[in-house]
């Protein structure tokens, strides 16, 4: 009977004051935080896994660069101006995506495969734009410069100073996810160099602690930020497309 009483107290009460005194999320808060994580999730999918099929193919694609009758014509009901929701669920939640970013979506997402393991002074200097994050550029680091020692026959052993532990960790495996594309890009280099007797080694240093190389290569990309974006970086990166969502 006691409980019974207690609870009659709140009883004129709403359920968003209710959720305010008690310090919670709103559920339509939570629940559009769950849609936008799941959407990040059915992206880092491969191609052919059943769930990345849900999403339209205008979203993952993108449609910037596609021929009259290339993409299906009903598959942009996603980018629809107003709020009206569409019916089929993959619009459903490929519109909630792009109400999130910040950036237009019409030059597709970085894509990812099935794959499996495998087990100098030269400055490049690219702008990769706003659709990717220093993630993505760490990894474009490193496999662009295993890409032109490769190319230019260096003799080895080569060594890959990083001082990006996420880099690192994303380097040791090539499953799909954000930054896949770049790292089988590394690590095809790298396996060509190994064939060849110049063994590669990746090794952590810890930033702006007076290293030279490591210094050019922060002065490398402050010069690529003012740059005019590089051909091949008009799409969005699955990083850029997780910490949207988050």
Known sequence: MRSIKH??????????????????????????????????????????????????????????????????????????????????????????????????????????????GVPGDHTEVVSMGTGYEVFDGELMGVASAL???????????????????NAINRLQLTKPGAGQSLTLRAHKAASQLVLSGRPVTMQWVPGHNGIEGNEQADQAAKRASVKPVGPGYEGLSLAYIRRACT
Not at 14 to 20: E, F, H, Q, R, Y
Not at 30 to 58: C, F, G, I, M, N
Not at 147 to 165: M, T
């Open 7 to 116: 609870a009659s107290r709140f009883s004129d009460k709403t359920v968003g004051a209710l959720t305010g005194e008690a310090a919670l999320e709103p559920a339509n808060v939570l629940l559009d935080a769950r849609k936008a994580s799941y959407v990040a999730r059915l992206l880092t999918q491969p191609e052919t896994h059943p769930t990345a099929q849900l999403l339209p193919v205008t979203l993952r694609h993108g449609d910037a660069y596609a021929q009259p009758a290339e993409q299906p014509l009903e598959d942009r009901e996603w980018a629809q101006r107003g709020n009206k929701a569409p019916k089929r669920i993959g619009q459903r939640l490929a519109k909630h995506l792009a109400q999130r970013l910040t950036k237009d979506p019409s030059g597709g997402i970085e894509r990812t495969i099935c794959a499996n």
């Open 147 to 165: 890409e032109w020692a490769l190319d230019r026959h260096l003799p080895g052993p080569i060594y890959v100073l990083l001082d990006a532990q």
